[in-house]
């Protein structure tokens, strides 16, 4: 395994580094860094959590030069679909930034534009931004990227899943010809290959995670119970195991507020984030989270690729996801660079075929965990025949030793007892 000294990183970014405690390159990093420092054009296809963003953040930042330091005519820009992520990646580009001085500065939707205006007229040189909020930019012809050295697309296949494919497209060609490109993705299909073949021929490929591949540090498993019961099984899971960190999955925004209320009955401390709820309140939401001030939060998909939290220790989803793509992004949030991660999935017997189509997808067979003491109604269904005997022999679920008990607790877990 390379070491980041050996990936022809400038000395002064190998400090950050120490700053954003990483000690060893993630595969991703390893393999995109280089090529990304030699100005290639680099296709990654690596889900959230390998480490992607300092894979394409940090070698940016050495590669562009400054050329004006007040305009807003960004050097690097990083097109990310939510404004979840572009926090997130904002957040490692300024400490990656600080030994060069770069202006780092974020555009997205749902927040005032004025002030994010002002913020832009004191100088950038990295930008990150939605893809909405940038068009808007630049038609009010308030940025101009006739400047961009590196472009990214981080999460394309989001985007395009979200409908900002024209948008992207139109950032594309605003560029300059000569602009480096740096796409990554969790997969690559038809439309983003043929984006590839356009835009950036020659280009480098990076693989760290097939399409369906879950990261390997997750311990996946299932609790078949029926649809009516799913709200007591939690509560008794909450109560039996020591979940830590939880991150909820919901079909739909409403099951998202209605859970977070029974929790709140029960004095199980939980918010809901959803694209529901205003922006002040999702990062109010996720703030508390982040610091440890509650330790559960509820969520919908449209916010699982957003979501950038570190040590996590449980995913757990209370509904099947529609997407089986959308399952390997939900659960993972969890296992994130080198730790260790539980998925659980209620499966009520209406998702059953869901469930199938993630096992199929996974190429897995996820194994069935049932509570014990739990008093399971008659009709849940166990997804296949050959778990019956997980069935009629209750496995514990075991709360495994943790690699990085890094989590700071921030008050007695007493209540899950
Ligand atoms: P990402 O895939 O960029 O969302 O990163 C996932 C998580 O891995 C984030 O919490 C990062 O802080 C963390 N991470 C990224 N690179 C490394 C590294 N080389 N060593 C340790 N943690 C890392």
């Known amino acids: ?43 990654a296809c690596a889900q959230t959590g390998t480490g992607k963003t300092a894979a394409f953040v940090l070698p940016l930042m050495q590669r562009i030069t400054r050329s004006s330091r007040k305009r807003p005519i960004p050097h690097a820009l990083i097109v990310v679909p939510t404004r979840e992520l572009a926090a997130q990646v904002e957040k490692v580009a300024r400490v990656v930034a600080q030994p060069y001085q770069y202006k ?36 009010d012809r308030k940025i101009d990227l006739s400047h961009v050295q590196i472009l990214v697309l981080d999460e394309a296949d989001r985007m395009l899943d979200m409908g900002f494919w024209p948008p992207v497209k139109k950032i594309l060609s ?13 997969t690559i ?20 995670a097939r399409k369906g591949e879950t990261a390997q540090q997750i311990t996946q498993s299932c609790m078949p119970v029926e649809h009516g019961q799913k709200a007591d099984l939690l509560l008794a899971l909450l109560s039996q195991r020591s979940t830590g960190k939880t991150l909820i999955f919901t079909r739909t925004k409403r099951r998202a507020d209605m859970l977070s209320r029974i929790l709140g009955k029960n004095r199980i401390k939980s918010q809901a984030i959803h694209g529901g709820r205003s922006q002040p309140q999702r990062t109010r939401a996720l703030k508390d989270f982040t610091t440890n ?14 979501i950038h939290v570190d040590n996590i220790d449980t995913v757990i989803n ?11 992004h939900r659960i993972g949030r969890t296992g994130r660079a ?23 997808l996974t190429k897995s067979l996820i194994s069935v965990v049932d509570l014990e003491d739990f008093p399971y109604k008659e009709g849940r269904i166990v997804p296949s025949k050959k778990r019956s005997a997980a069935k009629e022999k209750p496995k514990p679920f075991q709360h495994r030793s943790r690699k990085k008990p890094s989590r700071p607790t921030s008050r007695p877990r007493g209540r899950r007892r």
């Open 1 to 43: 395994m390379k070491k980041f000294e050996d990936l022809g990183l400038d000395p002064n970014l190998l400090k950050a580094l120490s700053k954003l405690n990483y000690e060893d390159p993630t595969p991703v990093q390893e393999q995109a860094i280089p090529s990304v420092l030699e100005g290639r054009h680099v296709v």
């Open 104 to 139: 780092v500065r974020s555009v997205v939707g749902g927040i005032k534009y004025k002030p994010q205006l002002e913020r832009l007229s004191r100088g950038v040189d990295v930008l990150v931004a939605t893809p909405g909020r940038l068009l808007d930019l630049i038609d």
């Open 174 to 186: 605003m560029v300059p010809a000569d602009c480096q490109k740096l796409l990554f993705s969790a």
């Open 189 to 208: 299909g038809k439309e983003i290959n043929k984006m590839v073949g356009m835009y950036m021929p020659d280009s480098a490929k990076v693989e760290v």
């Open 293 to 306: 001030r509650i330790d559960i939060l509820v969520t919908t998909d449209v916010m699982a690729r957003g």
């Open 318 to 328: 209370y509904d099947v996801p529609v997407s089986p793509e959308d399952y390997v």
């Open 338 to 360: 080198g730790q260790m991660g539980d998925a659980i999935t209620f499966v009520a017997p209406e998702e059953i075929s869901a469930f199938r189509d993630i096992e199929f």
